[in-house]
Structures are given as structure tokens and as C-alpha cells.
Nanobody, 123 residues
Framework: QVQLEESGGGWVQAGGSLRLSCAVP????????MAWFRRAPGKEREYVAA????????YYASSVKGRCTISRDDAKNTVYLQMNSLKPEDTAVYYC????????????????WGQGTQVTVSS
């Protein structure tokens, strides 16, 4: 069972920043595409960002583009989501996910998920 582990969530005031981390097992880190999703209370799971292990390409949802940066540290087998200029509507549980083939924003195609980390942004 592959287990991803998120951390870094918390409470922050609007305009603040957080950096989420996702620890990825070494067995899959070098060959899986990684993404972040989020689920706000009463809403569907929403794509946030993805990074390709093959090209290094980074892709973002329009709702976070310009405010968030996805990155990966190969030495630490960790994927990050740096979030700046946070808004109350960013409040959600954030999940990292891994896919063996490039699937972009389609959550159903991601094979492995973490348990999530809560981000709360107050106005």
C-alpha cells in the first residue's frame, strides 16, 4: 500500500502564506506525476496543481494561478505547494495524489492519495 503523507496545513489570515508538503515513497517518487487537490466543505474535490516528473512542467487551476507554486525536491522525495495571498475561499482539506501516467486534472485517474491536511483562511 503506497502512502502519501501531507503536512503543513493550518490556520492563516487572508493574505498570508502556507507551504504544504507531501512525503512520497521513494519507490514511486521518481516515476509518478504528482498533483494537489482540495475539497472545501459541501463542495466537490477540486484540482489545484500538477507537476510532471518527465518534463518538469507545472500546471495550475485558474483559481490559484499566480498565487501557488508546485515543486518537488528529488533529494527529499517531497512535493510542495507554496500558497501565497491566501483567500477565505482557499479554505479546504488539501490532498496530494500520484499518477503513473499524465492525467492532469482528472482526480479519478490518480492511483495514490494522502489523508489530507486542513487549510483554514480567515477573513
Amino acid at each position: 500500500q503506497v502512502q502519501l503523507e501531507e503536512s503543513g496545513g493550518g490556520w492563516v489570515q487572508a493574505g498570508g502564506s502556507l507551504r504544504l508538503s507531501c512525503a512520497v515513497p521513494e519507490s514511486i517518487f521518481s516515476s509518478y506525476h504528482m498533483a494537489w487537490f482540495r475539497r472545501a466543505p459541501g463542495k466537490e474535490r477540486e484540482y489545484v496543481a500538477a507537476i510532471s516528473w518527465e518534463t518538469g512542467g507545472r500546471y495550475y487551476a485558474s483559481s490559484v494561478k499566480g498565487r501557488c507554486t508546485i515543486s518537488r525536491d528529488d533529494a527529499k522525495n517531497t512535493v510542495y505547494l507554496q500558497m501565497n495571498s491566501l483567500k477565505p475561499e482557499d479554505t479546504a482539506v488539501y490532498y496530494c495524489a500520484a499518477a503513473s501516467r499524465w492525467v492532469g486534472a482528472d482526480p479519478s485517474a490518480y492511483e495514490h492519495w494522502g489523508q489530507g491536511t486542513q487549510v483554514t483562511v480567515s477573513s
